[in-house]
């Protein structure tokens, strides 16, 4: 972002809108792919979003200007928004049932490790080759394609509702050989599933409108906070007096930080129940940006830094695996994405929020404190979350029949 702003002569706040674009278009590609999947399927909406993505952000390195640049941004961004919903939905229908934080924490953390990389890239490929050169990586997904059509699985919902039962039962066969599944047996999706429907609809219905409309004011609020600390960290700590290459290995320990959160929390989630791991992670990390303000020494900052990671991006990656379980399955890539899309939004105002503050001229301990407030409102908002009295088990309908403990059908 300093380089952009310097070679087009952006202020922070047009700077901060430039960053936004791309939040923007992953909140209308969450929704959009999201309700697509659940219609037409998981597999197939992956792999376009990921085409998308990759090519678009590679384009990024021959944009001529900010509205190129932008433009960009913006498709990249629809790309990366179908990602997400679609990659937890079938995580989720097919992860054991003891284990879904853990495993959705383990995937996520490969969100985390790109961020780890992009500026340890960054500090390596910023003084000899400029801003563009970090974009041309993000071509190297496209070889990968024909991997990611011939490998994932569809839905189990989606198999039954094509009638491809067949292929079905070879698939659960392969997820659990024990189950034995006999030829005559009928495959259903549940006990509660509702015929026909639109997804969408279905998220506020049967006493879920309170929870999905705190599930996204908590993502709203938890992304707004990352997203934007993301883009203005190292902006902060030039503004509290250290130069720009020390913003950058900050950075770095903030994603550090969220991939040991997601990690950590995920195996507490599935012991404890994810409820009670998100409110008091999303309230230390209110605390820890708000003492980043006040803090001196680079290895208390550091400390500080890591933890902001960890309960932050740790708790939002484990927020996702709960609403990938709150929903049934025919929803659940809808419900993923409306979380997802909200919480875009929140991403979009963040780096804008961030630009303003700068803008101010604010004491760096306000910047900080301004950015640990939604901290606070997120923990708040998942407090009145229904959620299941067992520990690890929230709300959601039986998952399609022939499961034990070991894999989920």
């Known amino acids: 972002m300093p380089e952009l702003m310097r070679e087009w002569n952006l202020s922070p706040v047009e700077g901060g809108l430039i960053g936004s674009y791309g939040f923007f278009g992953m909140m209308l590609g969450a929704i959009c792919f999201g309700v697509l999947a ?50 937890l939905a079938l995580l989720t229908d097919y992860a054991p049932t003891r284990l879904r934080n853990t495993m959705t924490g383990i995937v996520l953390c490969c969100f985390s490790l790109g961020s780890i990389l992009a500026p340890a890239l960054a500090l390596l490929m ?48 392969r997820v659990n050989p024990d189950a034995a599944i006999a030829l005559d047996a009928e495959l259903e999706v549940g006990t509660r599933q509702s015929p026909g429907g639109l997804p969408l609809a279905e998220l506020f219905r049967n006493r879920r409108a309170l929870a999905t409309i ?45 991939v040991a959160g997601t990690l950590v929390l995920g195996r507490l989630a599935d012991r404890w129940g994810t409820k009670r791991v998100l409110i008091p992670m999303f309230v230390v990390s209110a605390v820890a940006l708000s ?30 695996s709960f609403v990938s379980q709150y929903y049934r399955p025919s929803m659940r890539a809808t419900g993923i994405g409306l979380a997802s899309a909200v919480g875009r939004v929140g991403a979009i105002v963040g780096p804008t929020y961030g630009g303003i503050l700068l803008s101010l001229s604010l004491p760096a301990e306000l910047n900080f404190v301004s950015f640990a407030v939604p901290g606070v409102i997120a923990a708040l908002a998942f407090w009145f979350v229904r959620a299941g009295a067992t520990p690890g088990q929230e709300v959601s309908e039986p998952l399609p029949a022939v499961a034990d403990s070991r894999g989920a059908s």
């Open 38 to 87: 659940d219609w037409f399927g998981r597999r197939n909406v992956l792999v376009v979003s990921v085409f998308l993505f990759s090519v678009f952000m590679f384009l990024c390195a021959f944009a001529t200007g900010p509205v190129s640049f932008s433009l960009f941004r913006f498709v990249g961004g629809v790309g990366i928004g179908g990602i997400m919903p679609n990659v």
């Open 126 to 173: 910023l003084p000899g080759l400029g801003w563009r050169s970090l974009y041309w990586v993000a071509i190297l997904p496209v070889p990968f394609l024909p991997f990611m059509v011939r490998h994932f699985r569809e839905s189990p919902a989606v198999l039954l509702a094509r009638g491809r039962t067949d292929e079905l039962r070879a698939l659960l066969a």
């Open 214 to 258: 705190m599930i996204g004011v908590a993502f709203f609020m938890c992304l707004l906070m990352i997203n934007g600390l993301t883009i203005w960290l190292p902006g902060f700590m030039v503004g509290a007096g250290y130069a720009l290459g020390s913003g950058l290995p900050f950075l770095i320990i903030l994603n550090v930080g969220a």
């Open 291 to 320: 003492l980043l303000g006040f803090a001196d020494g680079f290895a208390i900052l550091a400390v500080l830094v890591f933890v902001a990671g960890a309960c932050t991006t740790g708790s939002q990656n484990i927020a996702y």
